[in-house]
Structures are given as structure tokens and as C-alpha cells.
């Protein structure tokens, strides 16, 4: 599954051949993957040109030029390929290998852009992923994208922003940082690194990070700051990726090696002195990795 560093670490792979790109042709090659194509997919977009590639949540958004919006998912094991100007890659690092199986790739963009004439495919073994036809007026209300809290990489995310969302919070800290309503696109791993960045037990309440008068106190600060430290880290390093993820040049990411918390259990704390050791837990059906020596 891929968290919003690698979506992030495709949507910049992806950027130099399609924006300002125009749609040649697009091959679809089955009708259906986690949901329907959209309908008269290719008569839709043929012609049309992209006019941005942005991102939201694990969304990859590619804007066309009649205000049509095409909102892109990767599932469990979807990737893209990018065939251009003499140069292939799949942008993303991922743990494996992208399916060379040409009976996964379901659609195909063939693109003249600014920098000459390139394919995009998409491949997904497991067919988890989508493609959905919006239009930019009503994007903002789409029931995949209205209620996402906000990114964690910008400055709507703050500690002011999450004492008034974690007040009176009774449920594990783990599980609010997972709550897409709050911060969209935080996953499993990154939330794991993150608390343990900021010391902070992922089994504490979230209310117990704000005061009684609804003020966030210090160490949620530092938790923003964790947060927004391990993404950056993550995107830097080109993606993190796990298990069915994978990418660009066919190199394996070196951030999944710098995990101090996440599939670590049993391994000795890494914080300087600490010498407590990772354990597993299970949270809301998930696993969680912390210290439970310094993450109090
Ligand atoms: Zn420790």
C-alpha cells in the first residue's frame, strides 16, 4: 500500500511528461478496476491537455484543459510507467518490483507534451486502484475528497489546528494520526515514526495533548514538527516503500532501511541511550511499533 511519499514521489516522476502534454490516444484495456473506467473514458480526454498534476491525500489529480479533473488512486499495486523522450522509468520507490506483466497494463496515455512524445501506463496486478472523471468546480465536494483533514505536509497542519480536533478525545493517539478526517494521508508507517520522533506513546489518549482550556501543550508541537520531519524524509528520499510498492529507476528506496520503529519489533531502541526495545502491538487492527521506554 502506498503512503502519500511515494504517491508524492509519482506525481513528481510523472510531472515532466504529461503538464502541458496533450492526450494523442488513450488505450484502455479492460472496462473495470477497484470501480468502472469512466464512461467514453478516451472520447473525454483525447485532444484535451494537462494542465496541472497535483496531489491530495494519496489522490494524484490531473487537471485538463475544459476544467475536467481525473483522480487517479494506486490501490495496493498500482504503479505508472513513464516512456519518454528516450528514457524509461516508474517514478516511486518501491519494495518490489512493478509487475513487468504486460497483461497488467490497463491503460495507456500516449501524450505529445512541451518536451516531445512519451506513454504513461498504468499497471496494477491487483486492481485496487481507480480512475474517476470529475470537473475542477466539483472537486472540492466529491465525496472521495470533502471530508479529508489536512495535509500534513503544509501549514494548515499545526498544533492549534490538531488541540481543537484531539479535544476531549478519548480514543489512542495511533488512531486519531490515522484518522484521514484529521490529516489526510498520514498511513501506518509514518505515524509510527513520527510519534516515536516525538517520544510520544502511541497508547496515550489524544485528548491528553490539550489542555482544559482547549490550548495544545508543548509536545504536540513537537509531534507537528515529528510529523512533518519523517514525511519530508520519506518524499527526500524518493518514497518509502513497502511490500507491494515500488518504482522509478528500479533501485530500492534506502529510507525503508532507516525505520526506527516501523517492522522493527524486538530490535534495540535506537534513541541514544534509551536501550528499551521496539515492540508490536495491534491498534484498531493494525500493527504498531513503538518504544515503550522513551514514547511515554
Ligand atoms: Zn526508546
Given at each position: 500500500?502506498?503512503?502519500?511519499?511515494?504517491?508524492?514521489?509519482?506525481?513528481?516522476?510523472?510531472?515532466?511528461?504529461?503538464?502541458?502534454?496533450?492526450?494523442?490516444?488513450?488505450?484502455?484495456?479492460?472496462?473495470?478496476?477497484?470501480?468502472?473506467?469512466?464512461?467514453?473514458?478516451?472520447?473525454?480526454?483525447?485532444?484535451?491537455?494537462?494542465?496541472?498534476?497535483?496531489?491530495?491525500?494519496?489522490?494524484?489529480?490531473?487537471?485538463?484543459?475544459?476544467?475536467?479533473?481525473?483522480?487517479?488512486?494506486?490501490?495496493?499495486?498500482?504503479?505508472?510507467?513513464?516512456?519518454?523522450?528516450?528514457?524509461?522509468?516508474?517514478?516511486?520507490?518501491?519494495?518490489?518490483?512493478?509487475?513487468?506483466?504486460?497483461?497488467?497494463?490497463?491503460?495507456?496515455?500516449?501524450?505529445?507534451?512541451?518536451?516531445?512524445?512519451?506513454?504513461?501506463?498504468?499497471?496494477?496486478?491487483?486492481?485496487?486502484?481507480?480512475?474517476?472523471?470529475?470537473?475542477?468546480?466539483?472537486?472540492?465536494?466529491?465525496?472521495?475528497?470533502?471530508?479529508?483533514?489536512?495535509?500534513?505536509?503544509?501549514?494548515?497542519?499545526?498544533?492549534?489546528?490538531l488541540?481543537?480536533?484531539f479535544?476531549?478525545k478519548?480514543s489512542p493517539l495511533k488512531a486519531a494520526l490515522l484518522?484521514?478526517?484529521?490529516?489526510?494521508?498520514?498511513?501506518?508507517?509514518?505515524v509510527?515514526?513520527a510519534l516515536?520522533?516525538a517520544?510520544l506513546s502511541p497508547r496515550r489518549t489524544a485528548g491528553s495533548l490539550?489542555?482544559?482550556?482547549?490550548?495544545?501543550?508543548?509536545r504536540l508541537?513537537?509531534l507537528?514538527?515529528?510529523?512533518?520531519?519523517?514525511?519530508?524524509?520519506?518524499?527526500?528520499?524518493?518514497?518509502?516503500?513497502?511490500?507491494?510498492?515500488?518504482?522509478?529507476?528500479?533501485?530500492?528506496?534506502?529510507?525503508?532501511?532507516?525505520?526506527?520503529?516501523?517492522?522493527?519489533?524486538?530490535?534495540?531502541?535506537?534513541?541514544?541511550?534509551?536501550?528499551?526495545?521496539?515492540?508490536?502491538?495491534?491498534q484498531?487492527?493494525?500493527?504498531t511499533?513503538?518504544?515503550?521506554?522513551?514514547q511515554?
Open positions: 500500500m502506498p503512503e502519500l511519499p511515494e504517491v508524492e514521489t509519482v506525481r513528481r516522476g510523472l510531472q515532466p511528461a504529461m503538464e502541458g502534454a496533450v492526450v494523442q490516444r488513450l488505450e484502455q484495456h479492460r472496462p473495470d478496476l477497484r470501480f468502472p473506467f469512466p464512461q467514453d473514458f478516451a472520447t473525454r480526454i483525447e485532444g484535451r491537455r494537462i494542465v496541472a498534476l497535483r496531489r491530495r491525500a494519496k489522490y494524484l489529480l490531473i487537471g485538463f484543459d475544459d476544467g475536467s479533473v481525473l483522480i487517479s488512486h494506486l490501490g495496493m499495486s498500482g504503479s505508472y510507467f513513464v516512456d519518454h523522450a528516450g528514457s524509461a522509468a516508474t517514478p516511486g520507490r518501491f519494495h518490489h518490483d512493478r509487475s513487468k506483466d504486460k497483461k497488467h497494463d490497463h491503460v495507456v496515455f500516449h501524450l505529445d507534451g512541451p518536451r516531445g512524445g512519451s506513454r504513461v501506463i498504468y499497471n496494477d496486478p491487483r486492481r485496487f486502484g481507480f480512475m474517476l472523471l470529475t470537473g475542477e468546480g466539483e472537486l472540492a465536494a466529491h465525496p472521495l475528497i470533502r471530508d479529508l483533514g489536512v495535509e500534513p505536509t503544509g501549514n494548515a497542519l499545526h498544533a492549534g489546528y488541540a481543537e480536533r479535544a476531549g478519548r484518522d484521514q478526517r484529521i490529516v489526510a494521508g498520514l498511513g501506518n508507517i509514518y509510527c515514526e516515536w520522533q517520544r490539550v489542555t482544559r482550556s482547549g490550548r495544545p501543550v508543548a508541537e513537537d507537528v514538527q515529528a510529523v512533518r520531519t519523517v514525511i519530508a524524509a520519506a518524499i527526500e528520499a524518493g518514497g518509502s516503500s513497502l511490500r507491494d510498492h515500488r518504482q522509478a529507476d528500479g533501485t530500492l528506496g534506502y529510507f525503508q532501511h532507516t525505520f526506527n520503529t516501523y517492522d522493527q519489533e524486538g530490535m534495540p531502541c535506537r534513541r541514544d541511550g534509551c536501550g528499551g526495545k521496539i515492540r508490536r502491538i495491534v484498531s487492527g493494525r500493527s511499533y513503538y518504544c515503550p521506554v522513551c511515554r
